[in-house]
T-cell receptor, first 114, second 114 residues
Framework: AQTVTQSQPEMSVQEAETVTLSCTYD???????LFWYKQPPSRQMILVIR??????QNATENRFSVNFQKAAKSFSLKISDSQLGDTAMYFC???????????FGAGTRLTVKP | DSGVTQTPKHLITATGQRVTLRCSPR?????VYWYQQSLDQGLQFLIQ???????AKGNILERFSAQQFPDLHSELNLSSLELGDSALYFC?????????????FGPGTRLTVL
């Protein structure tokens, strides 16, 4: 069974600083997708970034980038130049290439301090 | 705004009752997913429909059922409600049923069972 682990329940960062959120997963599949979702206080789930396992290049979306280590089954999210609006719960998620059962980690609550 | 709508926003009911949650996917999306977010279980995938047919099942209780109608909207029916069913229920949609497509989440329905 696929599992997703986020070992940091809470983190904080100063505005304009950089923070990294950790995520590890367990799977025997070779074809899969990884995601980071943001859930602000409004509770809306917003896709931040995604990574295809077959791609070696780490995904980047503006201030958000990932460090995808396939052999280590690690998928961390780096947020650069943190902004107050980045304050939210962040969920790491996994989905197999053929499956449709998205598995989520327990989440990391990030607070950006002014 | 993701383009996915869910009604109602909030629902308060009593144990033993039955409720129906409704989801309208983004225009053109054929696949609908249902998720439950609770304090003790986190975010869990419940069920997926694609173009009217059930495609994948997750941790959905037998007391819960869903369907997708010809106009592609979906309903999640929850019966014999228990206190533990109190949660935020999300619907998401994607263009196809395949995992390489991004899932767009609705704002959720908050269910409170008293």
């Amino acid at each position: 069974a696929q599992t997703v682990t986020q070992s940091q329940p809470e983190m904080s960062v100063q505005e304009a600083e950089t923070v990294t959120l950790s995520c590890t997963y367990d799977t025997s599949e070779n074809n899969y997708y990884l995601f980071w979702y943001k859930q602000p206080p409004s509770r809306q789930m917003i896709l931040v970034i995604r990574q295809e396992a077959y791609k070696q290049q780490n995904a980047t979306e503006n201030r958000f980038s990932v460090n995808f280590q396939k052999a280590a089954k690690s998928f961390s999210l780096k947020i650069s130049d943190s902004q107050l609006g980045d304050t939210a719960m962040y969920f790491c998620a996994f989905m197999t290439g053929m499956g449709n059962d998205m598995r989520f980690g327990a989440g990391t609550r990030l607070t950006v301090k002014p | 705004d993701s383009g996915v709508t869910q009604t109602p926003k909030h629902l308060i009911t009593a144990t033993g009752q039955r409720v129906t949650l409704r989801c309208s996917p983004r225009s053109g999306d054929l696949s609908v997913y249902w998720y439950q977010q609770s304090l003790d279980q986190g975010l869990q995938f419940l069920i997926q429909y694609y173009n009217g047919e059930e495609r994948a099942k997750g941790n959905i209780l037998e007391r819960f059922s869903a369907q997708q109608f010809p106009d592609l909207h979906s309903e999640l029916n929850l019966s014999s409600l228990e206190l533990g069913d109190s949660a935020l229920y999300f619907c998401a949609s994607s263009p196809t049923g395949w995992s390489y497509n991004e899932q767009f989440f609705g704002p959720g329905t908050r269910l409170t069972v008293l």
